[in-house]
């Protein structure tokens, strides 16, 4: 699964709450989003949580890899959304230069998609979201060993292992 690789700039996305485009020099677009503060769970009809949306088109069904490429003064782990769905969580570090937050396998149907980043710990500048196609797992991801981790497991134990193996593999 080789699709053509996407990027989507943060300051064009949909500013969500308190976040808004900043023009600066050496970033992969004209700037960054910034102003990731109130957090996805903080959020109320008051009080609404701080994110951007990238609207996306995929040209090909098949589990993309999200890289959102960020900035932070710390160890930060912000949420991602899919369709309005939560989709997981990707982790910035803390060097203060520009560096990629994955989250790996999401599967998107071919058509356009809704792409999310929210507050969750906050305090990030998001550069842009690449998407590209996932790695495939490993062959033998789910292959199992005949043998037990536990040298003294019982005869029923070990039946029962025996069996699971048998019957899924």
Partial sequence: FDPDPILAEAEDADMIGNCHAVEADGYSGTGYADGFNVADDENTEENEADGITFHVEIEQSGF??????????SHKENKVWVDNEEAGVVAAESDLELQDSILELVY????????????????????????????????????????LCNPNATEETKALYAYLREIYG
Avoid: M, R
């Fill in 64 to 73: 993309y890899d999200l890289n959102f490429v960020t900035k932070s003064s």
């Fill in 108 to 147: 998107l149907e071919k058509g356009s998609h809704e792409i999310s980043y929210y507050a969750y710990w906050g305090y990030v500048q998001v550069d842009c979201l690449k998407l590209t196609g996932s790695e495939p797992l490993p062959a033998d991801l789910y292959e199992t060993k005949a043998e």
